[in-house]
């Protein structure tokens, strides 16, 4: 079974468009995050939600909006997409927030913007 | 905000040898822990070894360990053994209670 799993895989689309990312856990974590790796392959988180409460929100441009509508969830709306969204994306939980815990990922979402 | 730093962009070992990946960090907490994980070519984050800061004693899992040293904040892997399905990036990763940084990764290559 697959613990934290991310939707869709790729995503293409073109500049301009809204698009969404889901992310589900079922570990059973309270604590869950959003990276985003660049071309580059760094590696740079943009939030976290602890029991569905937003912990971290790093310098990320108000275009990206996370939604956690329960504690395995945290999706990820885009709008407005640009070029320099292009990346790839993972989602990532771990058992609580505290720091000696692990994080488990996802297989990320490649977003190619046109 | 906390640094993490991989100098090495691209490193190689032979299969069987070992090897040594460095990672260097920057901060004032001293509640902290460090990891390194792996992303082989599936793309897919996998946890290899984790080190609390407190303590002294460098973490061991099989073929991997950790040389920690806390003054220095330095805190490197070393793969003994090395196998071909070693061969991945390499992200070394600092996490505090409200901060989590991610260094820029080694390229690992293993030579058959």
């Known amino acids: 079974d697959t613990a934290v799993s991310q939707t869709p895989k790729y995503l293409v689309t073109q500049m301009g468009n809204d698009k969404s990312i889901k992310c589900e856990q079922n570990?059973?974590?309270?604590?869950m995050y959003w990276y985003k790796q660049d071309s580059k392959k760094f590696l740079k988180i943009m939030f976290s939600?602890?029991?569905?409460?937003?912990?971290i929100n790093e310098t990320v441009p108000n275009r990206f909006s996370p939604k956690s509508p329960d504690k395995a969830h945290l999706n990820l709306h885009i709008n407005s997409l640009e070029l320099g969204d292009s990346a790839v994306y993972f989602c990532a939980s771990s058992q609580d927030r505290n720091s000696n815990q692990p994080q488990h990922f996802g297989d990320g979402t490649r977003l190619s913007i046109l | 905000a906390q640094t993490v730093t991989q100098s090495q962009p691209e490193m190689s070992v032979q299969e069987a040898e070992t090897v040594t990946l460095s990672c260097t960090y920057d901060?004032?907490?001293?509640?902290?822990?460090l990891f390194w994980y792996k992303q082989p070519p599936s793309r897919q984050m996998i946890l290899v070894i984790r080190q609390e800061a407190y303590k002294q004693q460098n973490a061991t899992e099989n073929r991997f360990s950790v040389n920690f040293q806390k003054a220095a904040k330095s805190f490197s892997l070393k793969i003994s053994d090395s196998q071909l399905g070693d061969a991945a990036m390499y992200f070394c990763a600092y996490r505090s209670i409200n901060d989590m940084r991610f260094g820029a990764g080694t390229r690992l290559t293993v030579k058959p």
């Open positions: 901060t004032s907490e001293s509640d902290y822990y």
């Open positions: 570990l059973g974590h309270d604590t």
């Open positions: 939600y602890n029991n569905k409460e937003l912990i």
